[in-house]
């Protein structure tokens, strides 16, 4: 059983250009939730996707948006990238009922330059 | 909003040695709480959590956390620390886990360093 895959794993970007990241979540999950984490700090939600809907925002810009897909996979989109965007993207998976903890992949590094 | 306070940013102890991280919360009322261990360049892994009932929890690896309502408090320990334990530990609150959605927010985490 898969757990929570993300790609790409590193991805290196300049100023200005946009970014697509992936996650698939693990097996039988239908919530994913997107976290940022920038080196040395702890993870900063970004946003949480439900049945193909944004149920959940966290303090972040609308160059950040996402979608969820019916397979519940989602893809996490930045736009106009930052020297700031550069972190750890990490996804996070949970069933809607059941199993109260996230599971996290292993984080997409972005690298703006 | 709440938030987490990690006080100790990086703690060295001794293989064999305990340990004790540190977390404390800010929140009205109980949150839900938990713990969480990252290795370089790795995702997050859930040692323990917390949402009621008794207040001392086991984990996994042999890690236990302690609630304390009256401290805001959620400290980790460990009695015997391995070499493999060299790694990042996050402390984190949930304000709700329900169909409404289970945000976390983290605290800036713990570099703990094992001496052989």
């Known amino acids: 059983d898969a757990g929570v895959t993300q790609s790409p794993t590193h991805l290196i970007k300049t100023r200005g250009q946009q970014v697509t990241l992936r996650c698939s979540p693990k097996?039988?999950?239908?919530?994913v939730s997107w976290y940022q984490q920038a080196l040395g700090q702890g993870p900063q939600f970004i946003f949480q996707?439900?049945?193909?809907?944004?149920?959940q925002r966290g303090n972040f810009p609308d160059r950040f948006s996402g979608h969820q897909f019916p397979n519940y996979s989602s893809e996490l989109n930045v736009n106009a990238l930052l020297l700031g965007d550069s972190a750890l993207y990490l996804c996070?998976?949970?069933?809607?009922?059941?199993?109260?903890?996230?599971?996290f992949g292993s984080g997409t590094q972005l690298s703006v330059l | 909003a709440q938030s987490v306070t990690q006080p100790d940013i990086h703690i060295t102890v001794s293989e064999g040695a305990s340990l004790e991280l540190r977390c404390n919360y800010s929140?009205?009322?109980?949150?839900?709480l938990f713990w969480y261990v990252q290795s370089p360049g790795q995702g997050l892994q859930l040692l323990l959590k917390?949402?009621?009932?008794?207040?001392l929890v086991q984990g996994i690896k042999g890690f236990e956390a302690e609630f304390k309502r009256s401290q805001s408090s959620f400290n980790l320990r460990k009695p015997s620390v391995h070499w493999s334990d060299a790694a990042e530990y996050f402390c984190?609150?949930?304000?709700?886990?329900?169909?409404?959605?289970?945000?976390?927010?983290f605290g800036g985490g713990t570099r703990l360093m094992v001496k052989p």
């Open positions: 996070a998976s949970t069933p809607s009922s059941g199993e109260e903890k996230l599971f």
């Open positions: 097996s039988g999950h239908d919530t």
């Open positions: 996707y439900y049945e193909e809907e944004e149920r």
């Open positions: 929140y009205g009322a109980t949150p839900y």
């Open positions: 917390y949402f009621s009932g008794d207040t």
């Open positions: 984190a609150v949930a304000p709700r886990w329900d169909n409404a959605g289970n945000m976390l927010t």
